[in-house]
């Protein structure tokens, strides 16, 4: 499944460009939240990573924000992406 933010930025999110914590959406147009993302550390080239947790359920991760939407930080096996 997909999760947005309503960050307006293209590409991803530098970590230092990065609040502490923003609202998750099931779909970019929602005007509600269905979680949280908090801003957890940094990867690969700066990109902020992040924790998300939907529906009162952390999620595995981390996960990386780019162009409004959460992806997976790490591909199949766990290898960083």
Same mark, same amino acid.
């Given at each position: 499944?997909?999760?947005? @933010? +309503?960050? $307006?930025? !293209?590409? !991803?999110?530098?970590?230092?460009?990065? @609040?502490? *914590?923003? @609202?998750?959406?099931?779909? @970019?147009?929602? *005007?509600?939240? $269905?979680?949280?993302?908090?801003?957890? +550390?940094?990867?690969?080239?700066? *990109?902020?990573?992040?924790?998300?947790?939907?529906?009162?359920?952390?999620?595995?991760?981390?996960w990386l924000?780019?162009?409004? /939407?959460? $992806?997976? /930080?790490?591909? !199949? /096996?766990?290898? !960083?992406?």
């Amino acid at each position: 499944m997909t999760y947005f @933010a +309503n960050v $307006i930025r !293209p590409g !991803p999110i530098g970590y230092h460009q990065a @609040a502490g *914590s923003i @609202a998750v959406f099931g779909r @970019a147009a929602d *005007s509600e939240p $269905i979680g949280i993302a908090h801003c957890i +550390n940094w990867g690969g080239e700066g *990109s902020a990573l992040w924790e998300l947790t939907v529906r009162g359920g952390r999620l595995e991760g981390p996960w990386l924000l780019a162009d409004g /939407a959460f $992806i997976a /930080a790490r591909g !199949p /096996a766990g290898r !960083p992406r």
